[in-house]
């Protein structure tokens, strides 16, 4: 099928960067023999993205480069589907990611992985996400909102992304940035092969630190160690080892309605500290059994500590009170957390014929185990120490089978079934009451998608499926132990729509629905049962996107994401029927044109998003502390340009929020978050071989 070979991406300049010619990199290194294993939503040789019957997007390390994103979520913006909630500083290390009309709180509701590998805290326990790594030690990022998006796991009811790291690179490359409000940052990459070019290894160290938009500076270190070998001409092994520690003022506490009007610029909770650090590794075998056969296998553990300190505070519908620190009050407290998560994923493709059809299976297997140390400390004197007034130590194991099968019926229709099972079981312990308990589920999660290649320039895709969120520990037992028999929530997912490409022109359109029901709400306590799964809600819509190779190194690109439809069904402690989902804009779109010529490329690009509200209710009236009403729509102007002077030497630089717009990012979780106003950023490289 002609489709087969293109890569899609949605991105404001995707198509330039993909097909234009004479502009390769100057600074990339030359391409090792050997690639190392890692599990890819798409994989890089033999598949492609019009194998999977739903919408994929894939931003390259070309576009990346190009965008100059601050963060993931700055690049994960200009995907379709996806809203990006800001506003806790730190550059994007606290993500809140929602997918399709989905409340992007804490990324719930979407699964994030790196390499395959996942990245929150914990599935089981509390998904809620409190690290992002770093995006300049990223290679490509995949977003996929499709049927197959089962084969990884839990919480995906809006969908799966996964970051790429960086492959070493032989030789030495130093970068640094600079900008306003403080900002700057410093990588060092440095990678070898073996001489016979079958082992390669490297690494990337990162420092970045600002003094934040509202004096809510940060300082981050990032280290990334990866190797590799071919073992032999059918076996490949990669190891990676990633540590990522971050020390954010951030809080909380937003501003009022008074401050944000006049433009206050410091930091309201100047005690307040966000401070995560992590520790990861990945070990990944792959095994090419046969021309038809590979097994591939991903060792994963990761260590996450997050400690957040917030100064107490009262406030009343007009005005907030800190509690000062006198040594008698508690003045500072500690929800303190560390997380611990070890997992074996290993999966089995192989392709054969029955029957004359053409069939590609896929059949995995994960064991999974994390836990959980939960403290609250409180602190009378301001110190980062102090009494510890809440102690639980938490587990959850899991196991989890899928298969899928790939039935070509013809050489351009196919049918795509498949199934998940995924069994777990959650313990919570209070160590300080001994009041412990624990619940098991299994949850059967099936998918069938089809695509049908109607031209070589046009391909239809189509899915049916049903995603799942585990009830998270807390909700599932509590804290006296009894287990409140919580199924998982779940959403049953309908897409359908046709992408391809003609000449200069790509396209991509899909339409959605996405019922999301058995989620958990509060009820009045029975026989302990205070949560119960009644809560639902509807999402449709549809995306859109387009791009054209203008000529002469001219190129535009178009996407928006449409959802009317993203409500609540029945009236319970969730929200009210009818009401809209908070964080839930209608309409977000990018507009990008973009230049490239020799080496030097830039972009302009245009952000929308429309109005929000920010609580259930949908309170259009902003109040006094000014956590409460409707969220204007806005729209941001950037530009991006950079120029490689020759083979080791590149500058490059961006003017985010060209015109200096004064916007709302968000109202949670308490008060006005303003977002970014126009930021620069100007930066060097100098690739040494």
Same mark, same amino acid.
């Given at each position: 099928?002609?489709? +087969?070979?293109?890569?899609?991406?949605?991105?404001?300049?995707?198509?330039?960067?993909?097909?234009?010619?004479?502009?390769?990199?100057?600074?990339?290194?030359?391409?090792?023999?050997?690639?190392?294993?890692?599990?890819?939503?798409?994989?890089?040789?033999?598949?492609?993205?019009? =194998?999977?019957?739903?919408?994929?997007?894939?931003?390259?390390?070309?576009?990346?480069?190009? +965008?100059?994103?601050?963060?993931?979520?700055?690049?994960?913006?200009?995907?379709?589907?996806?809203?990006?909630?800001?506003?806790?500083?730190?550059?994007?290390?606290?993500?809140?990611?929602?997918? #399709?009309?989905?409340?992007?709180?804490?990324?719930?509701? /979407?699964?994030?992985?790196?390499?395959?590998?996942?990245?929150?805290?914990?599935?089981?326990?509390?998904?809620?996400?409190?690290?992002?790594?770093?995006?300049? @030690?990223?290679?490509?990022?995949?977003?996929?909102?499709?049927?197959?998006?089962? =084969?990884?796991?839990?919480?995906?009811?809006?969908? /799966?992304?996964?970051?790429?790291?960086?492959?070493?690179?032989?030789?030495?490359?130093?970068?640094? =940035?600079?900008?306003?409000?403080?900002?700057? *940052?410093?990588?060092?990459?440095?990678?070898?092969?073996?001489?016979?070019?079958?082992?390669?290894?490297?690494?990337?160290?990162?420092?970045?630190?600002?003094?934040?938009?509202?004096?809510?500076?940060?300082?981050?270190?990032? *280290?990334?160690?990866?190797?590799?070998?071919?073992?032999?001409?059918?076996?490949?092994?990669?190891?990676?080892?990633?540590?990522?520690?971050?020390?954010?003022?951030?809080?909380? /506490?937003?501003?009022?309605?008074?401050?944000? !009007?006049?433009?206050?610029?410091?930091?309201?909770?100047?005690?307040?500290?966000?401070?995560?650090?992590?520790?990861?590794?990945?070990?990944?075998?792959?095994?090419?059994?046969?021309?038809?056969?590979?097994?591939?296998?991903?060792?994963?553990?990761?260590?996450?500590?997050?400690?957040?300190?917030?100064?107490?505070?009262?406030?009343?519908?007009?005005? #907030?009170?800190?509690?000062?620190?006198?040594?008698?009050?508690?003045?500072?407290?500690?929800?303190? @957390?560390?997380?611990?998560?070890?997992?074996?994923?290993?999966? +089995?493709?192989?392709?054969?014929?029955?029957?004359?059809?053409?069939?590609?299976?896929?059949?995995?297997?994960?064991?999974?185990?994390?836990?959980?140390?939960?403290? #609250?400390?409180?602190?009378?004197?301001?110190?980062?120490?102090?009494?510890?007034?809440?102690?639980?130590?938490? =587990?959850?194991?899991?196991?989890?089978?899928?298969?899928?099968?790939?039935?070509?019926?013809?050489?351009?229709?196919? /049918?795509?079934?498949?199934?998940?099972?995924?069994?777990?079981?959650?313990?919570?312990?209070?160590?300080?009451?001994?009041?412990?308990?624990?619940?098991?589920?299994?949850?059967?999660?099936?998918?069938?998608?089809?695509?049908?290649?109607?031209?070589?320039?046009?391909?239809?895709?189509?899915?049916?499926?049903?995603?799942?969120?585990?009830?998270?520990?807390? !909700?599932?037992?509590?804290?006296?132990?009894?287990?409140?028999?919580?199924?998982?929530? #779940?959403?049953?997912? *309908?897409?359908?729509? *046709?992408?391809?490409?003609?000449?200069?022109?790509?396209?991509? &359109?899909?339409?959605?629905?996405?019922?999301?029901?058995?989620?958990?709400?509060?009820?009045?306590?029975?026989?302990?049962?205070?949560? !119960?799964?009644?809560?639902?809600?509807?999402?449709?819509?549809?995306?859109?996107?387009?791009?054209?190779?203008?000529?002469?190194?001219?190129?535009?690109?178009?996407?928006?994401?449409?959802?009317?439809?993203?409500?609540?069904?029945?009236?319970?402690?969730?929200?009210?029927?009818?009401?809209?989902?908070?964080? &839930?804009?209608?309409?977000?779109?990018?507009?990008?044109?973009?230049?490239?010529?020799?080496?030097?490329?830039?972009?302009?690009?245009?952000?929308?998003?429309?109005?929000?509200?920010?609580?259930?209710?949908?309170?259009?009236?902003?109040?006094?502390?000014?956590?409460?009403?409707?969220?204007? !729509?806005?729209?941001?102007?950037?530009?991006?340009?950079?120029?490689?002077?020759?083979?080791?030497?590149?500058?490059?630089?961006?003017?985010?929020?060209?015109?200096?717009?004064?916007?709302?990012?968000?109202?949670?979780?308490?008060?006005?978050?303003?977002?970014?106003?126009?930021?620069?950023?100007?930066?060097?490289?100098?690739?040494?071989?």
């Amino acid at each position: 099928m002609a489709y +087969l070979s293109l890569r899609k991406s949605k991105i404001p300049f995707a198509i330039s960067t993909l097909v234009a010619s004479g502009m390769c990199s100057p600074l990339s290194a030359q391409i090792q023999e050997i690639e190392l294993p890692r599990i890819d939503i798409v994989e890089q040789r033999g598949g492609s993205i019009s =194998k999977i019957p739903g919408t994929i997007d894939v931003l390259t390390k070309k576009e990346l480069e190009i +965008l100059q994103p601050l963060s993931l979520q700055d690049a994960l913006k200009t995907v379709p589907g996806v809203f990006v909630r800001g506003g806790e500083g730190g550059n994007g290390a606290i993500p809140n990611i929602g997918l #399709r009309g989905l409340n992007p709180n804490r990324s719930q509701k /979407v699964l994030l992985l790196e390499d395959g590998a996942p990245i929150q805290p914990s599935l089981f326990i509390a998904n809620q996400s409190y690290y992002s790594p770093p995006v300049e @030690r990223m290679s490509g990022i995949e977003v996929l909102k499709g049927a197959s998006g089962l =084969k990884y796991g839990p919480s995906n009811i809006g969908g /799966v992304i996964n970051y790429l790291t960086k492959t070493p690179q032989e030789g030495f490359k130093v970068t640094g =940035k600079i900008g306003n409000y403080g900002y700057r *940052i410093a990588e060092i990459e440095a990678g070898a092969s073996s001489d016979s070019g079958k082992a390669i290894g490297g690494f990337n160290v990162i420092t970045n630190e600002g003094d934040g938009f509202q004096s809510n500076g940060f300082k981050m270190v990032d *280290i990334l160690l990866k190797a590799g070998a071919e073992l032999s001409t059918d076996q490949w092994l990669g190891f990676k080892y990633s540590h990522y520690e971050n020390n954010i003022n951030s809080s909380y /506490v937003g501003l009022s309605a008074d401050q944000y !009007a006049n433009t206050f610029s410091g930091n309201l909770a100047p005690n307040d500290y966000f401070i995560p650090k992590r520790d990861a590794v990945d070990i990944n075998h792959a095994w090419q059994i046969s021309k038809d056969t590979k097994i591939s296998t991903l060792l994963y553990w990761s260590n996450l500590e997050r400690n957040y300190w917030r100064q107490p505070n009262k406030k009343t519908t007009t005005e #907030r009170t800190f509690t000062q620190c006198n040594g008698v009050s508690i003045c500072l407290n500690g929800n303190n @957390r560390e997380f611990e998560m070890l997992g074996l994923d290993t999966r +089995l493709a192989t392709q054969f014929q029955t029957f004359g059809i053409q069939n590609e299976a896929e059949f995995g297997v994960r064991l999974h185990t994390e836990s959980q140390s939960n403290q #609250r400390v409180v602190s009378k004197t301001g110190s980062q120490s102090g009494d510890t007034s809440l102690h639980e130590e938490n =587990k959850a194991n899991s196991i989890a089978l899928y298969a899928q099968n790939r039935f070509s019926i013809t050489d351009n229709f196919a /049918v795509i079934p498949g199934i998940r099972i995924e069994s777990y079981k959650q313990t919570r312990k209070n160590v300080l009451t001994t009041a412990s308990g624990s619940t098991k589920n299994t949850e059967a999660v099936p998918q069938i998608g089809a695509t049908w290649q109607l031209v070589p320039e046009a391909q239809l895709y189509a899915s049916v499926y049903k995603g799942f969120a585990p009830a998270q520990l807390a !909700a599932a037992i509590d804290t006296n132990g009894v287990d409140q028999q919580l199924d998982p929530e #779940r959403s049953t997912n *309908i897409e359908m729509g *046709i992408r391809g490409k003609n000449g200069p022109f790509t396209f991509d &359109s899909a339409i959605f629905s996405m019922n999301f029901s058995n989620q958990i709400v509060n009820q009045a306590a029975s026989a302990g049962i205070s949560k !119960a799964n009644s809560g639902q809600s509807l999402h449709q819509g549809g995306e859109l996107a387009l791009g054209y190779l203008i000529g002469s190194g001219w190129s535009f690109n178009a996407n928006a994401t449409y959802i009317p439809v993203a409500k609540f069904v029945g009236t319970n402690s969730l929200g009210q029927d009818g009401k809209r989902i908070p964080y &839930s804009p209608k309409l977000t779109s990018n507009l990008g044109i973009n230049f490239q010529k020799g080496g030097f490329n830039t972009l302009v690009s245009m952000y929308y998003l429309s109005s929000q509200f920010a609580d259930a209710a949908n309170t259009v009236e902003q109040n006094k502390l000014a956590n409460l009403g409707e969220l204007p !729509a806005f729209n941001t102007f950037n530009w991006s340009a950079n120029y490689a002077i020759n083979k080791m030497t590149k500058v490059f630089g961006v003017v985010n929020n060209i015109f200096n717009k004064r916007y709302i990012t968000s109202r949670s979780p308490d008060g006005i978050f303003a977002g970014a106003p126009l930021n620069f950023q100007l930066g060097l490289s100098y690739q040494f071989y």
